[in-house]
């Protein structure tokens, strides 16, 4: 059976961000990923997971500033002191809040740098953080993202993904898978998790067009969901989509189309 976390970025926004985490548990979820904790102490956090009995699932690292349009600064061969410091802020958070993996966005590169040097700092920042969050026995994830919705990302697909993690030889990077992302990126959503399915840490889920609930567009999550469950997937699944109105109004999906049934058995 599918195990879903509320991401707190995209759900409860009628709510202030630490009381999603009321809302959240209210709704049945036992798990919360957000994209940043750094606003807020952590120990306020911890706090919060506590009094609801809820895993913290994920959180990405610092990704430059959010607000003007910068989506990570891993590939930015002069932030690389900047990216570290970031890397050891969320080993902090990590560490306080019991969070098992955190996400890198690698960004967008900056105009008029020699791509080879893109990539050469990008490995190395990569290959590091792993080091350094291994030894805090959290894993670090990459996350290929759309150049729909945000142009000249770095990182759009699930093979480069793999490749870039063969390049660092890290045995402590893995890919969150998307299914949203693949989806506007390159379909294939059930092969696609099917041949990387040993270096996916996590899922996440929205539908298309719109980024909504599932089961609002083209994607069959029911075929998703019960092929998830066929292949043995224990991870959390991460529900990081806009909701139509109020969130706990629109959970219904849960039911509808996540049951051990939800669709017929899928060939390999």
Request: proline share 6%; with cysteine.
């Amino acid at each position: 059976m599918p195990k879903f976390c509320a991401n707190l970025s995209m759900l409860y926004g009628e709510h202030a961000f630490l009381d999603r985490f009321d809302a959240a548990a209210a709704d049945g979820f036992g798990g919360v990923e957000f994209l940043f904790p750094y606003a807020f102490p952590a120990g306020e956090i911890a706090a919060r997971l506590k009094r609801n009995g809820l895993v913290q699932v994920l959180h990405n690292l610092p990704a430059g500033n959010w607000d003007a349009g910068e989506r990570g600064i891993a590939c930015d061969p002069d932030r690389a002191d900047e990216f570290h410091a970031g890397v050891a802020q969320a080993i902090d958070y990590a560490t306080a809040l019991g969070c098992p993996q955190v996400n890198c966005l690698v960004g967008i590169p900056p105009a008029g740098v020699d791509p080879a040097r893109i990539r050469r700092t990008l490995v190395a920042n990569l290959g590091r953080a792993a080091r350094e969050l291994g030894k805090a026995r959290i894993r670090l994830l990459i996350e290929p993202v759309n150049g729909h919705d945000i142009p000249g990302f770095w990182l759009q697909r699930v093979e480069d993904a793999a490749t870039l993690i063969e390049e660092t030889g890290s045995d402590n990077i893995f890919i969150q898978y998307d299914i949203y992302h693949q989806q506007r990126s390159a379909g294939e959503l059930i092969a696609t998790f099917r041949r990387f399915r040993d270096r996916i840490a996590h899922v996440q889920v929205a539908d298309n067009p719109g980024r909504g609930e599932p089961g609002t567009g083209e994607i069959g999550y029911g075929r998703i969901f019960a092929m998830l469950d066929d292949a043995g997937y224990q991870g959390w699944i991460g529900c990081e989509y806009r909701p139509a109105a109020g969130t706990s109004a629109g959970l219904g999906w849960r039911d509808t189309l996540a049951r051990p049934t939800a669709g017929p058995e899928i060939a390999a």
